[in-house]
């Protein structure tokens, strides 16, 4: 940090996703919450559960007596957008009081948003946050992860999060439009073709999304594997094992060949210079970089085009939030009165 | 190290930039993803019921009271010019005659500066248009909704053909279905083509397809061709109706207006919209920003690209829309090597892009006006209160 920054500032950086929001903080809090944002439906419902507004878990816990939102579905703040925008405000609220800031600090908040959200949603969120910061900046998930890593020059980033997979090459400035690209074949889509699958296979249990999540984050994996997955799912109100490796294989490879299309395209339309350098500094962030066997199943899918050399982080869940922070302290005294 | 350290200065630099540009205190709602062709989302009686209540707006502001006034026996006129430091006045250019001023106007000369109503001619109201401090489309609070793109040429009228056999037409109706899904993606837009497929469409036709749609923006798509004479020449031009600027652009719209299908007799009632100034000064800032997008986004991927800039043109397409329009002519399928790259898919994809971003760039630039102009509003109503 500058050493003519002031001492009362907190320095907060936030990750703003479809599922799962992360904050971190100068004064070394970090924190999380799943995306969802309830509202009681009545008064009893207030009266019952003795709060305004839930959060996260939480909130899905209690999703029969509220009113939920989900408010970056597929990225950006979806269609009725008035109940969304109340959400990511009441989102933001929550984080920055997760992040601890005190009385008398002056907060600067940089906040990474999913790639669509930033184009479509920029000033939406902006307000969200300012009434929280004396200082702010919106930037895109993608490039707030490769900022926490270091990682600006001649570098791809494909983030697979809920929504969307991003993908963002940096060569040594902000990413432009072009450098950028999206795709909806994302966390909530292998989700939604677990379940189908699942469904078919055996229709006598019951499946819903949210369990099948759950299988996905502890079980998920890609490419060849001897390990057998199995879990209970009830059946006429009994648990019953089922062995559902293939499914779960299935669903997660479902949205590989959009991913790998995307990459080498976006590759490809990269300076032929630098192609072969993009290609050896591949890294893969946010939640689904943690299927089993990613790095492997995408460097033998892009073998064809090239060798490529991807990397999974190890952190993906505040990698946004870090790389948002450090973004936000590096900034210079000069940008930041004008921010 | 010094190179990495240059690289995160230039880094935090563009967010800096990025983030620098966008008012704090804009209220605008995100603009949200949907899919397919939405349906008109405001009801047509919308347009007309703003500039009204920003008229009545002005007039509760100065304290007066109003009335409406015909003019030349054209329609109700509810405003005039005052002179000429009252149109450099920054957030209110006009001033509203008032009823209870009727006696003081009819007793003969004004002592306010004030032309009398009845004294109105559509010259001064003309001039008024033209001298204005602010665009009308800011004064009167006007939105987009409706966006048509249309891309030139199709069916028997391949338009340009490059030296490997690419069509001009083929190669704009890409782009063009390309940019109709960008910017549906982008926002709460209704985006409709004036042709979906390889058929041939007089301008006549794609002008009235315009109309019939209600279009609030009107983008026509072309690819360039230059005789063998011009050499490997490459340019991207964009143009907005007006007078030729040169003798190309005058033989480039004589080509491009061929199948016009107009009669004399239309010819007389389109001729008439010259000088529609709330189009041109929006054409102009329309142009400008798809100018400028498409080519320094192109020019990156190639540097021998040359800028024929952003200017004035006699198209009859963009003359016949009522609605701000331009004309992007996006390189030239004569160079063999931009020939190459307009037939891959994902040279086609980016130039869409940019044609999407200096589109939206500009919607974005009138929120932001529009936002600006509330707040001015809003501070000068409490100022006089």
Not at chain 2, 128 to 141: E, G, K, S, T, V
Request: charged share 25%; glycine share 8%.
């Amino acid at each position: 940090m500058s050493p003519s920054k002031k001492d009362n500032m907190l320095y907060v950086g936030i990750d703003l996703g479809t599922s799962r929001s992360v904050v971190s903080a100068s004064n070394g809090n970090r924190k999380w919450v799943d995306s969802y944002v309830g509202w009681p439906k009545d008064f009893v419902a207030k009266k019952m559960l003795g709060k305004r507004v839930l959060f996260g878990s939480e909130a899905l816990e209690h999703r029969l007596a509220l009113d939920l939102s989900r408010p970056l579905r597929n990225g950006v703040i979806t269609e009725g957008t008035e109940r969304d925008e109340a959400a990511v405000h009441e989102l933001i609220d929550h984080l920055v009081e997760l992040a601890g800031a005190g009385p008398d600090d002056e907060v600067c908040i940089a906040v990474g948003v999913p790639a669509e959200a930033l184009k479509v949603n920029k000033i939406a969120i902006k307000n969200a946050v300012a009434q929280h910061a004396k200082k702010l900046m919106v930037v895109s998930e993608p490039f707030s992860v490769a900022y926490g890593l270091g990682t600006l020059d001649n570098t791809m980033i494909i983030d697979i999060g809920a929504g969307t997979v991003d993908f963002c090459i940096m060569h040594g400035t902000v990413p432009a439009e072009e450098d950028q690209r999206s795709i909806l074949f994302a966390g909530d889509y292998v989700d939604e073709q677990l379940l189908k699958l699942l469904s078919e296979k055996h229709p006598e249990a019951d499946f819903s999304l949210n369990t099948v999540r759950r299988f996905k984050e502890k079980h998920g994996f890609v490419g060849d594997s001897k390990r057998r997955v199995k879990i209970e799912a009830p059946v006429d109100g009994k648990f019953t094992e089922f062995d559902i490796t293939n499914e779960i294989r299935k669903a997660c490879e479902s949205p590989m060949p959009a991913i790998v299309e995307t990459a080498i395209d976006l590759i490809a339309s990269f300076d032929p210079e630098f192609q072969e350098s993009v290609r050896n500094n591949i890294i893969v962030a946010g939640g689904g970089s943690q299927l089993t066997g990613l790095d492997s199943y995408l460097g033998e899918a892009t073998r064809q085009f090239g060798p490529c050399n991807i990397t999974c982080i190890t952190d993906p869940l505040f990698a946004g939030a870090d790389g948002a922070l450090q973004l936000a302290m590096d900034m210079p005294e000069e940008f930041l009165e004008k921010l | 190290m010094n190179r990495h350290s240059d690289i995160k200065k230039t880094v935090l630099r563009g967010v800096y930039e990025d983030n620098v540009g966008i008012p704090r205190s804009c209220l605008g709602k995100g603009r949200s993803r949907s899919t397919g062709v939405p349906p008109r989302p405001v009801p047509h009686r919308e347009y007309w019921r703003r500039p009204v209540l920003v008229l009545l707006g002005l007039v509760a502001l100065f304290g007066i009271s109003f009335r409406l006034v015909t003019v030349d026996g054209t329609g109700p006129v509810a405003m005039q010019v005052v002179d000429s430091h009252a149109l450099q006045f920054p957030v209110f250019p006009l001033n509203v005659l008032a009823g209870a001023q009727d006696e003081h106007i009819a007793g003969g000369a004004r002592t306010d500066g004030l032309v009398p109503f009845s004294a109105i001619t559509t010259g001064q109201y003309d001039a008024m248009l033209a001298h204005l401090a602010i665009p009308m489309a800011d004064l009167f609070n006007l939105k987009v909704q409706t966006i048509v793109i249309d891309p030139g040429h199709g069916g028997i009228d391949p338009g340009a053909t490059g030296r490997q056999g690419l069509k001009e037409k083929d190669v704009v109706l890409d782009i063009a279905r390309r940019l109709r899904d960008k910017l549906i993606g982008s926002g709460n837009y209704r985006v409709l083509l004036t042709r979906e497929d390889d058929r041939k469409m007089f301008l006549k036709e794609r002008v009235a397809f315009a109309k019939e749609n209600r279009a609030d923006l009107f983008i026509s798509i072309h690819i360039n061709a230059l005789p063998p004479g011009a050499g490997n020449l490459n340019y991207v031009e964009t143009y907005y109706f007006g007078p030729h600027t040169d003798q190309r652009s005058l033989e480039l719209a004589k080509e491009e207006n061929r199948d016009s299908d107009y009669l004399m007799g239309d010819f007389r009632e389109v001729i008439a919209r010259i000088g529609d100034t709330l189009k041109t000064e929006e054409s102009k800032e329309l142009a400008s920003s798809i100018h400028e997008r498409l080519y320094h986004s192109l020019k990156r991927r190639n540097r021998k690209l040359l800028d024929a800039g952003s200017k004035t043109g006699p198209f009859m397409v963009l003359l016949g829309v009522d609605v701000p329009s331009v004309l992007v002519e996006v390189s030239c399928i004569s160079n063999k090597a931009e020939e190459t790259r307009l037939s891959t898919p994902g040279y086609r994809d980016n130039v869409a892009n940019y044609l999407k971003s200096g589109i939206v760039e500009y919607l974005e630039q009138r929120a932001q006006r529009r936002t600006i102009e509330r707040g001015r509003t809003q501070h000068v109503a409490k100022q006089e209160r």
